[in-house]
């Protein structure tokens, strides 16, 4: 049913969570999964008086690559005694789009990912990640809740 599995990671604790639920997921129909990490340059756009507004960028691409795989070959080690194969990628760009474009690339069956739980100003201002995949994909999207967020709908 699931022969390949997205989870997308953006190197957070919380984005972590799902892991165990893809994993799980991945041994009862015998799947792969794939762990992206989606390096995304920041910029930041300065302007001073009499002076044309200039971007530049906050990191450097090698770094930010380099770190990355880091990350994913650090999880895919801790996850091998699963038995579950699992293969890494990491690419630059918009994470929405390129999460949506591997999943469609690599013909993935499903994709697990956290949520973050973003509302209000911060939502407005950085947008639902989840949000866009979900509108994205393909394929169906397995969220799993920021604990915070789900503490909030039980009240």
């Known amino acids: ?10 190197g957070s604790a919380l984005a ?5 639920l893809a994993f799980a997921i991945a041994k009862k129909f015998k799947s792969e999964i794939l762990l992206l990490r989606v390096a995304a340059s920041e910029e930041v756009v300065v302007s001073l008086p009499a002076l044309t507004p200039h971007a530049y960028r906050l990191h450097n ?3 930010c690559q380099g770190e990355a795989d880091v990350y994913l070959h650090s999880l895919q080690t ?6 579950v194969p699992v293969y ?6 918009a994470p929405p789009e390129m999460i949506v474009a591997v999943a ?13 739980g973003r509302s209000g100003f911060d939502r407005l201002i950085y947008g ?17 809740p920021n604990p915070a967020e789900a503490d ?3 009240r």
């Open 61 to 63: 691409a090698g770094e």
């Open 16 to 20: 972590e969570r799902a892991l165990k």
């Open 88 to 93: 890494t990628e990491v690419l630059r760009g």
């Open 128 to 144: 639902s990640v989840a949000e866009a995949v979900m509108r994205g994909a393909h394929v169906p999207v397995l969220m799993v």
């Open 104 to 116: 469609n690339e690599q013909q993935v069956d499903l994709i697990v990912m956290s949520t973050h």
């Open 152 to 154: 909030a709908e039980r």
């Open 1 to 10: 049913m699931f022969a390949k599995i997205l989870v997308p990671l953006d």
């Open 78 to 83: 801790r996850w091998l005694e699963s038995g």
